[in-house]
């Protein structure tokens, strides 16, 4: 069974009304986990965390088909931001689990009023969602690493510098990306 556009609407909206614990906790817990290679302002990662999450939203809702490729393109952007901060790509695929349990425990509780195949209908979406995007994040890291070698002529450098400001670039045409989409409701 599909879920119903009310169902959807109406997790889309638990969703937003947690948002920001959902970014603040996600934040918090890679901050004390994850110790990158180099260092990465918090804000940075705050909106690298809350456009993720913001199309996680858009996914459940009426938008969710137009928001396929966004999602796509944030996601292969995470694990190349995850590659420059020096993690390994099972750290990266990690990290997007750790939202996975957020949502489990913040959203949690929208679903328990539905009907079972409704709240089933949610659970397999969303998962279904985060999977593509784990799969497509191992991508974008594997991509940014082997760029990596061809520019070094298969010699890492000691020192990658993370770019900050193309990052910040990267993230402000996702984020343009996904407005474009949203306008169109």
Same mark, same amino acid.
């Given at each position: 069974?599909?879920?119903?556009?009310?169902?959807?609407?109406?997790?889309?909206?638990?969703?937003?009304?947690?948002?920001?614990?959902?970014?603040?906790?996600?934040?918090?817990?890679?901050?004390?986990?994850?110790?990158?290679? +180099?260092?990465?302002?918090?804000?940075?990662? +705050?909106?690298?965390?809350?456009?993720?999450?913001?199309?996680?939203? @858009?996914?459940?809702?009426?938008?969710?088909?137009?928001?396929?490729?966004?999602?796509?393109?944030?996601? @292969?952007?995470?694990?190349?931001?995850?590659?420059?901060?020096?993690?390994?790509?099972? +750290?990266?695929?990690?990290?997007?689990?750790?939202?996975?349990?957020?949502?489990?425990?913040?959203?949690?509780?929208?679903?328990?009023?539905?009907?079972?195949?409704?709240?089933?209908?949610?659970?397999?979406?969303?998962?279904?969602?985060?999977? =593509?995007?784990?799969?497509?994040?191992?991508?974008?890291?594997?991509?940014?690493?082997?760029?990596?070698?061809?520019?070094?002529?298969?010699?890492?450098?000691?020192?990658?510098?993370?770019?900050?400001?193309?990052?910040? =670039?990267?993230?402000?045409?996702? @984020?343009? +990306?996904?407005?474009?989409?949203?306008?169109?409701?």
């Amino acid at each position: 069974m599909r879920a119903s556009h009310p169902t959807l609407l109406t997790v889309g909206r638990a969703m937003a009304d947690h948002r920001d614990a959902v970014i603040l906790e996600w934040t918090d817990w890679l901050g004390h986990r994850v110790a990158s290679a +180099e260092p990465i302002r918090r804000t940075t990662m +705050e909106r690298e965390l809350r456009l993720i999450y913001n199309i996680m939203i @858009e996914s459940v809702g009426p938008m969710r088909r137009s928001v396929n490729d966004v999602w796509h393109h944030a996601c @292969e952007h995470y694990g190349r931001f995850g590659a420059a901060r020096g993690l390994a790509a099972g +750290e990266v695929v990690e990290e997007i689990q750790y939202l996975r349990g957020l949502l489990i425990r913040r959203i949690g509780p929208a679903l328990t009023p539905l009907r079972q195949r409704q709240a089933m209908a949610i659970i397999l979406r969303l998962n279904t969602i985060l999977d =593509k995007g784990i799969a497509v994040a191992v991508v974008g890291y594997t991509d940014a690493l082997v760029a990596t070698l061809f520019t070094q002529n298969g010699v890492p450098a000691p020192d990658s510098a993370l770019d900050q400001a193309d990052i910040e =670039k990267q993230l402000e045409q996702i @984020e343009a +990306e996904l407005a474009a989409v949203v306008k169109h409701r």
